[in-house]
């Protein structure tokens, strides 16, 4: 799950983690008010959306006065602001964040993710701030600098105070750098967050340290233990598939193909779509319905698929484990009735009961494409959409 900057920086605030002031605005008059509240300028207008690159795409203004805080929020507040993660249709800004502004002196960055090949949380930092930090991985590697958490003893002070005098803090500035990380590691872990990135951290004329742009992510699996997080959840800044999926516990991601994809497992979702790609086909979407579905997620599964009016044929590609193939051979049947499916339908069943379930399939009486294999599968829904366009 993703928050808006405000947001982070307001969930940081509670850890004490050093951030600027500002108020969130949905008005053009309140962003003026919202200045006048914070005091003399400068002042920073940031339009808030699920994306980074805001700054590019005219997403962020620094001004000097009342009257051109709310001349920028005017211009940003409706806009479809394009960045380089929105893709060419952008997101609509429904709100300003109005900060203050500040006399920068150096720019950072700083991370914290989990390092899945040593399962161990890890603190990244570079002295290159305020860029992407892809481009930095790719131009300098040598700056990224990583300190690797224990998750018994948690970040040690030798560990924050070291990674602060390789990003070349002076003396005066490593305890309070030491105290900013410490406090991220905190709110990292509180959280249950699976991405915490500050770029930049900003070193200001004064000396003082302050998390000038934030973005906290956190684990779905976890939010029933943090409701405060959960009510922080935009919608607006969802994919509406996106959403009705979330309430099925269905695992739903929208892509540019035509094949509408439905599997069991994240590993199997990617190889799926992969094997796609390799037989001339382009998948619509990423459709995970877990280890455990039944007839109704498999039914929520097949109209949320077909919501996307790019999909011309769907593969339905499952592993009997826990899941067994009959339940969701039975779900499929029952899926195509209700939906009166009318496009190219492929099932590659394999597993627990599945001799059972082809027998469902097959007795079904029912327009099904049988598949004895993955490759199989691919190249028979491609055909089969290839098929169906020709005709039309």
């Known amino acids: 799950m993703n928050i808006h900057e405000y947001q982070a920086k307001e969930v940081l605030r509670g850890f004490g983690v050093p951030v600027p002031r500002g108020e969130i605005c949905c008005h053009p008059a309140a962003a003026r008010e919202a200045a006048r509240n914070l005091g003399p300028g400068p002042y920073v207008v940031k339009a808030q959306i699920h994306a980074g690159g805001r700054g590019k795409g005219g997403g962020v203004k620094v001004v000097k006065t009342l ?41 950072l960055y700083v991370g914290m993710l989990l390092d899945r090949a040593l399962s161990r949380v890890t603190l990244m930092a570079s002295p290159e701030g305020g860029v992407d930090i892809e481009e930095v991985a790719a131009t300098a590697p040598e700056k990224i600098f990583r300190e690797v958490i224990d998750p018994g003893v948690g970040l040690g002070a030798f560990q924050a105070r070291r990674l602060a ?59 029933f233990r943090h409701p405060d997080i959960r009510a922080l959840r935009d919608f607006d800044e969802e994919d509406d598939n ?32 992969d094997i796609i790609q390799l037989s001339g086909g382009a998948p619509a979407n990423f459709l995970d319905v877990g280890g455990g579905a039944s ?16 999909v011309k044929g769907i593969l339905v590609n499952i592993f009997g484990g826990i899941m067994k193939c009959d ?19 492929v099932v590659r069943l394999e597993g627990t009961n599945v001799n059972k379930g082809k027998e469902l399939l097959q007795e079904s009486g029912l327009n099904i494409i049988a598949a004895a294999g993955m490759t199989d599968a691919a190249e028979k829904i491609v055909a089969a959409v290839a098929a169906e366009r020709n005709e039309a």
């Not at 005017?74 to 380089?84: E, I």
């Not at 249950?192 to 951290?201: A, G, H, K, Q, T």
């Not at 007839?295 to 790019?310: C, G, M, Y």
């Not at 339940?327 to 339908?345: C, N, S, T, Y």
Request: hydrophobic content about 45%; aromatic content about 6%; glycine content about 8%.
């Open 67 to 107: 009257d051109e805080v709310k001349k920028a929020a005017a211009a940003m507040l409706g806009m479809q602001l394009v960045t380089h993660q929105t893709g060419p249709a952008g997101k609509k800004v429904r709100r300003v964040y109005v900060e203050e502004g500040c006399r920068i002196a150096r720019e």
């Open 165 to 223: 005098l390789r990003l070349g803090l002076e003396k005066k500035q490593l305890g309070p750098a030491a105290a900013f990380f410490q406090n991220l590691y905190r709110a990292f872990v509180d959280k249950d967050c699976s991405l915490v990135e500050i770029n930049p951290l900003v070193v200001t004329e004064e000396g003082a340290l302050l998390a000038l742009d934030a973005k906290l992510n956190f684990d779905d699996n976890a939010l």
């Open 242 to 273: 996106e959403i009705d999926a979330s309430e099925y516990d269905l695992s739903y991601i929208s892509l540019d193909g035509n094949i509408g994809c439905m599997v069991n497992g994240a590993g199997l979702a990617m190889a799926t779509m």
């Open 295 to 310: 007839r109704e997620k498999v039914t929520a599964a097949f109209k949320i698929i077909l919501k996307d009016p790019k």
């Open 327 to 345: 339940i969701i051979a039975q779900g499929i049947i029952d899926a195509v009735h209700e939906v009166r499916l009318g496009l190219p339908l």
